[in-house]
């Protein structure tokens, strides 16, 4: 009976995990076919129907090193802002004693309740008219560069560690800053990890926001890129279908190989391994 539950919890497992992946491969086959095939059997290579032209096709009227290029700046800012501001708020409102820190703590939540699009406009004209920054990589990273949600999980992964290991450090002379880098930031590695890949993901596939600050294809992101190709001149090419899926694959691996490479990481720290007793 134990071995007939553990091979449906497998076999459940197994379904699951197809039918979340099948999409990803039905993205590359479609990507090296040179003809679209939309029926079942489309999904199941064809060696007489396999070519890499449509990557050809699509890199002819989308710089795909350029637009992959100009998204690592764009996403790797974001990046460093979340997690250098994310850590430092979010150590302040789980360890520090400040007053107001309640009042801060609730306005971080109400950021949450704030759609980004609801924003926009007063962002644009702000980066754009006041700041001057239309056109410009920082333009774009500006108002990604602190990410409310990110201050609260390092917030809540702060709020666990133990209280005796911060004492223990200012006993022995350790400052705030001291404490932040040797004591705090090796416990909550997951936290870290996790922030990442979730600020990653948005900028990554981020197209309209970069768009309304720059009509300038070199700076484009290729989320942009890929979006002005599907709207505009998709239908120039000999299999536009083939082009796009071949522009998706490309957008989406480095988010794939990022995700594969960090997903073992993602395990919960012993955070009480270093309280003696």
Do not use: H
């Not at 409310?148 to 705030?176: H, M, N, W």
């Not at 070199?218 to 190709?229: D, G, I, R, W, Y």
Request: charged share 10%; hydrophobic share 55%.
């Amino acid at each position: 009976m134990t071995r007939v539950k553990t091979g449906l919890r497998y076999l459940v497992l197994a379904l699951g995990a197809l039918a979340f992946l099948f999409p990803f491969y039905y993205m590359i086959v479609g990507s090296l076919q040179t003809a679209p095939d939309p029926t079942v059997a489309g999904a199941f290579p064809d060696a007489n129907n396999i070519t890499g032209q449509n990557y050809v096709n699509i890199n002819e009227r989308v710089n795909l090193a350029q637009g992959l290029l100009n998204s690592g700046i764009f996403t790797g800012g974001v990046i460093l802002g979340t997690v250098v501001f994310g850590v430092l708020a979010g150590y302040a409102l789980a360890v520090l004693k400040w007053r107001g820190r309640g009042v801060t703590f609730a306005l971080v939540l109400l950021v949450q309740v704030v759609p980004f699009q609801l924003l926009m406009i007063p962002l644009y004209v702000l980066i754009a008219r006041d700041y001057g920054l239309s056109d410009s990589y920082l333009g774009m990273i500006l108002p990604f560069f602190i990410n409310s949600t990110a201050v609260l999980i390092f917030r809540q992964y702060f709020l666990q560690l133990p209280k005796d290991l911060f004492d223990a450090a200012r006993i022995d002379g350790a400052g705030e800053f001291r404490l932040l880098w040797s004591v705090a930031l090796p416990l909550v590695r997951p936290a870290l990890l996790t922030a990442v890949l979730l600020t990653f993901i948005g900028p990554w596939n981020e197209f309209l926001w970069p768009f309304l600050i720059t009509k300038e294809a070199a700076l484009q992101p290729l989320a942009v890129s890929l979006a002005n190709f599907i709207s505009n001149i998709a239908a120039s090419t000999s299999n536009p279908f083939g082009a796009m899926m071949a522009g998706a694959v490309v957008l989406a691996a480095p988010a794939v190989a990022l995700f594969i490479i960090f997903q073992r990481y993602f395990v919960s720290s012993d955070l009480g391994s270093g309280v003696k007793g």
